[in-house]
């Protein structure tokens, strides 16, 4: 039986902007660094953001973007925090998709090695909730 999430791996050429990324954007703690060794496939360091372990591998970059993402939880009284947080750090932001009204907001960006990262404001639950209303007005 799963029990949850373990850890999240994200292959990057430049262990040091990638740290910059996650400390500066989600205030994750960086936790591990192999520093010049190698204990498992390349260079590597770990971080803690919101008790979610992150790991980070020196290695080629994903060849193209594309929507596969990881989205973590704000509250939306932090959403102009966390627009400002990406900016700072020079990241390329996705405009938002088209929403249900109710079902929470997100902010998306790219880092460097082209991952795609959601910050969002809503749940499941509530997302759920919305798409049955709308469906419901729709029939």
């Known amino acids: 039986m799963i029990e949850g999430l373990s850890h999240m791996t994200f292959i990057v050429r430049d262990l040091d902007r990638m740290s910059a990324i996650l400390t500066g954007v989600l205030g994750a703690q960086e936790v591990y660094s192999s520093e010049d060794e190698a204990f498992s496939l390349s260079r590597e360091k770990f971080f803690l953001a919101a008790d979610v372990w992150i790991a980070i591998m020196e ?3 994903l060849p193209t973007r594309s929507y596969n993402h990881v989205a973590f939880k704000i509250d939306e009284a932090d959403v102009e925090e966390y627009r400002q947080r990406i900016i700072s750090l020079g990241l390329d932001m996705k405009p938002p998709r088209p929403r249900v009204e109710g079902e929470g907001l997100s902010l998306y960006f790219y880092d460097d090695d082209n991952h795609m990262f959601e910050l969002h ?4 639950s509530e997302r759920l909730a ?3 209303q709308a ?3 729709a029939a």
């Not at 404001?121 to 499941?124: E, N, S, Y």
């Open 121 to 124: 404001t809503g749940t499941l």
């Open 135 to 137: 469906r419901e007005a």
């Open 130 to 132: 919305r798409y049955a």
């Open 59 to 61: 290695g080629e970059p």
